[in-house]
């Protein structure tokens, strides 16, 4: 493997905590699972330096396909989108709730 393939494979070696990784091997086949991808997802995103979206782990599980998706920028459009999405999203988090809630109303019988 060569370029972004050895990149990708060298998180997926991390993430996995595997000694090798095949180009062709699936990530949900070697280990992977929900939890793994997130961790995934940020460690690529991160170490390849461009948009990525968390269900390109799903849409593309090895090594090969990734690095194909990432070169061709297939629905690069779609990944930026998703991930201005994610940014609001978090933005609005790390604000907190503005305004007042409401407050819980407590019914007494007797």
Not at 15 to 21: E, F, G, N, T
Not at 27 to 47: N, P, W
Not at 65 to 82: F, N, T
């Amino acid at each position: 493997m060569e370029g972004l393939e050895a990149r990708i494979a060298t998180v997926w070696r991390d993430v996995l905590k595997l000694d090798a990784v095949g180009r062709n091997d699936n990530f949900f086949d070697i280990g992977g699972h929900s939890l793994l991808a997130v961790q995934l997802h940020r460690s690529l995103r991160d170490f390849v330096g461009r948009p990525l979206a968390l269900t390109d782990i799903f849409r593309f599980p090895t090594v090969a396909a990734l690095a194909r998706h990432l070169a061709d920028g297939e629905d690069d459009s779609a990944a930026q989108a998703a991930e201005a999405r994610a940014s609001g999203r978090r933005a609005v988090l790390r604000r907190g709730r503005t305004g007042a809630r409401p407050a819980l109303a407590t019914v007494t019988r007797g």
